[in-house]
């Protein structure tokens, strides 16, 4: 949802977006010009372990963070290629499943509930961003802001969305306007005014047409 004082008719359709939490580092591959939050914790995960020689991390997969996986890849014997796949992060005692499953577990866990403009409970039916508010703060402990408008606001981007993202939508022509949680393989869970809540097909020609980018939260 847009703004509480907007009106979200298009369709009927509603979309979800993420604010404040994020899947754990671990659940996607990350390579050398990727720009996501995993690459912050991996940077860190690798300072940790003396690695890392940069002075700050950032979400930038660049050039310290490649020299520093080829460096860790090298000591631990594994196929030095600089890219953090599943070899990398299980020599980094990385298991990035836990947050995964338990988020995609409580966004699935509501399905059918019943859509209700400004509804942020399951007893009197959700909104596309009282869905999300629910989802996040149950599964991870996070608190999103109340609107689309401002979650979008508080995210951090990314090149692709991984489970636990929130992706957005532009449904009226002016701006994120609608948002779910996006929960692998191209599907993503959201509280529809038609349907209530339900999943969809990111890259079906609906929503791909309105689809604006994802963001990640921590």
């Known amino acids: ?23 754990a580092v671990g659940d996607q591959t990350l390579e050398p010009g990727t720009t996501h939050a995993d690459v912050q914790e991996l940077q860190e995960i690798l300072d940790n372990k003396g690695y890392f020689s940069y002075s700050k991390t950032t979400t930038y997969y660049g050039d310290y963070t490649t020299d520093a996986v080829k460096k860790f890849q090298e000591a631990k014997g594994i196929t030095v290629d600089g890219i953090a796949g599943d070899e990398t992060f299980k020599a980094l005692g990385v298991d990035g499943e836990s947050n995964d499953s338990n988020i995609v577990e409580v966004a699935k ?25 629910q989802v996040f703060d ?68 609906y929503w791909s047409d309105k689809y604006i980018g994802a963001k990640s939260y921590e």
Do not use: Q
């Not at 004082?5 to 993420?18: E, I, Q, S």
């Not at 509930?113 to 961003?129: I, L």
């Open 1 to 23: 949802m847009k703004k509480l004082t907007a009106g979200l008719a298009l369709a009927g359709v509603v979309a979800f977006n993420p604010a404040t939490g994020h899947a």
């Open 138 to 205: 149950e599964a991870e402990n996070i608190d999103l802001p109340r609107t689309v408008d401002e979650i979008y606001s508080e995210g951090t981007s990314v090149d692709e969305p991984a489970v636990g993202d929130i992706v957005f939508f532009n449904l009226e022509g002016d701006g994120p306007s609608h948002a779910g949680v996006y929960v692998g393989n191209g599907e993503f869970w959201h509280a529809s005014s038609s349907n209530g809540v339900t999943s969809d097909d990111l890259n079906s020609s």
């Open 109 to 133: 866990k509501y399905e059918g509930t019943k859509y209700t403009w400004g509804g942020e409970t399951a007893e009197e039916g959700f909104d596309c961003s009282g869905y999300l508010n």
